[in-house]
């Protein structure tokens, strides 16, 4: 009888001991991201060699060349807009690998790639060259393709990368205005 007794009473007062710890528990937790992600219909290209490999310097100096030699403008776009997807798929395997740091640098890379792309297409505007509805189309299931892949890395990547992918998605926002913008024109 005493042992019974003795028993419940560790028993209750184990539960009375444990119970502010979940209380505290459950009063904190993250912010939440607010994020829509839908799957978007566009495949990112392969994204080649990645940066943690030695060989990869060689490659970013070869894709910078590239852009600067190109200098009919619609072509300079189609490539940047290559460039920005493969940065995009770059990210994606980059984050598989668990290096989230360099993902996230990786989206910040593509967003910018995607800007310069933009740039030429307003450039080749001004000349005289319009982009066909094809390449429109495209440049707007490749902002949207960039939009679920830095969406989906919000949501999985751990808290430290989160500026870069937050303010990489405000950029992705923008740009979608100026897509809209370009094909007002």
């Known amino acids: 009888m005493i042992a019974?007794?003795?028993?419940?009473?560790?028993?209750?007062?184990?539960?009375?001991a444990l119970s502010p710890l979940s209380i505290t528990q459950a009063n904190e937790k993250p912010e939440p991201i607010d994020v829509d992600i839908t799957k978007i219909e566009y495949n990112l290209p392969?994204?080649?060699?990645?940066?943690?490999?030695?060989l990869y310097p060689l490659k970013s100096a070869r894709d910078t060349i590239k852009v600067f030699l190109t200098r009919d403008y619609m072509k300079k776009a189609d490539l940047l807009l290559l460039l920005s997807d493969k940065y995009a798929s770059m990210a994606v395997a980059l984050a598989e690998d668990g290096q989230w740091g360099t993902a996230a640098e990786a989206v910040e890379q593509s967003e910018s790639s995607f800007t310069d792309m933009i740039d030429?297409?307003?450039?080749s505007k001004?000349?005289?060259?319009s982009p066909s509805a094809e390449f429109l189309?495209?440049?707007?299931?490749?902002n949207d393709k960039h939009?679920?892949?830095?969406?989906?890395?919000?949501?999985?990547?751990?808290?430290?990368?989160?500026?870069?992918?937050?303010?990489?998605?405000?950029?992705?926002?923008?740009?979608?205005?100026?897509?809209?913008?370009?094909?007002?024109?």
């Open 126 to 129: 001004e000349q005289g060259v």
């Open 46 to 54: 392969f994204p080649g060699i990645l940066p943690d490999h030695p």
């Open 147 to 185: 939009k679920e892949v830095i969406q989906e890395l919000l949501i999985t990547s751990p808290q430290g990368s989160h500026t870069i992918l937050e303010e990489s998605l405000e950029k992705n926002n923008q740009l979608r205005d100026d897509i809209k913008k370009l094909s007002d024109r």
């Open 4 to 16: 019974k007794t003795l028993i419940l009473t560790l028993f209750i007062s184990g539960i009375f």
């Open 137 to 142: 189309q495209k440049i707007k299931l490749s």
């Open 120 to 123: 030429a297409l307003e450039t």
